[in-house]
């Protein structure tokens, strides 16, 4: 199997946030999704191979999901050599609320990325107020990474504006690969 340059590295308890990392992986071109519950030893070899690592958990309690945050501490054994230096990261979060601190998980997985030496690849996707005519795009107003809802109607569904800004932060880390990768 040819190597992926792009691995999207994610967990989710309910399947919300495994939509948003379909819908990132979309227009990305050759891509790996590794669902790090149940992470194997292929797995880790094309994390180590890929320039560009995403990372996604859902906020539970204001931080990245505990099982992901095991992948981290995991991932961790690669600090001291500085494994993953200079690989381009980028992170998204699922959750209810419109805060419900998500900034919080995106702090903890960009500061991951800082302490691997990688360089990190925000949002620039700018929707309403700024530009009403882009309504849905970027809802929560996130540039550090994204930030996705799930409808609050325990359907198991994602709001699907949401899934339209994952597709254009997708094609963001796809040129962000290609040009620095
Ligand atoms: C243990 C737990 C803690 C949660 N904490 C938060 C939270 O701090 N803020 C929030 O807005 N939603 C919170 N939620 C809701 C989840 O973030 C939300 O349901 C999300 O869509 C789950 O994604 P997943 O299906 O990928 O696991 C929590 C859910 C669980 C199970």
Request: proline share 3%.
């Given at each position: 199997?040819?190597q992926?340059?792009?691995?999207?590295?994610?967990?989710?308890?309910?399947?919300?946030?495994?939509?948003?990392?379909?819908?990132?992986?979309?227009?990305?071109?050759?891509?790996?999704?590794?669902?790090?519950?149940?992470i194997?030893a292929?797995?880790?070899?094309?994390?180590?191979?890929?320039?560009?690592?995403?990372?996604?958990?859902?906020?539970?309690?204001?931080?990245t999901?505990?099982?992901?945050?095991?992948?981290?501490?995991e991932?961790?054994?690669?600090?001291?050599?500085?494994?993953?230096?200079?690989?381009l990261?980028?992170?998204?979060?699922?959750?209810?609320h419109?805060?419900?601190?998500?900034?919080?998980?995106?702090?903890?997985?960009?500061?991951?990325?800082?302490?691997?030496?990688?360089?990190?690849?925000?949002?620039?996707a700018?929707?309403?107020?700024?530009?009403?005519?882009?309504?849905?795009?970027?809802?929560?107003?996130?540039?550090l990474?994204?930030?996705?809802?799930?409808?609050?109607?325990?359907?198991?569904?994602?709001?699907?504006?949401?899934?339209?800004?994952?597709r254009i932060?997708g094609?963001?880390i796809?040129a962000a690969?290609?040009r620095?990768?």
């Amino acid at each position: 199997m040819t190597q992926a340059p792009i691995c999207i590295a994610y967990f989710s308890g309910f399947g919300h946030t495994t939509q948003i990392a379909k819908a990132l992986a979309t227009d990305m071109g050759q891509v790996r999704l590794v669902d790090v519950d149940g992470i194997t030893a292929e797995d880790w070899a094309a994390l180590d191979a890929a320039p560009t690592l995403v990372f996604g958990a859902p906020t539970y309690m204001g931080s990245t999901a505990a099982k992901f945050g095991l992948f981290l501490e995991e991932a961790a054994e690669r600090w001291m050599e500085q494994a993953w230096q200079d690989k381009l990261a980028a992170g998204f979060t699922v959750a209810t609320h419109p805060s419900g601190d998500k900034l919080a998980a995106l702090q903890r997985l960009s500061v991951f990325a800082a302490q691997m030496g990688m360089i990190w690849v925000g949002q620039t996707a700018i929707g309403a107020p700024v530009f009403p005519e882009r309504a849905g795009l970027n809802t929560d107003g996130s540039w550090l990474g994204l930030m996705a809802r799930d409808s609050g109607q325990d359907d198991g569904k994602v709001m699907s504006q949401d899934l339209e800004t994952a597709r254009i932060f997708g094609r963001r880390i796809r040129a962000a690969t290609e040009r620095w990768g």
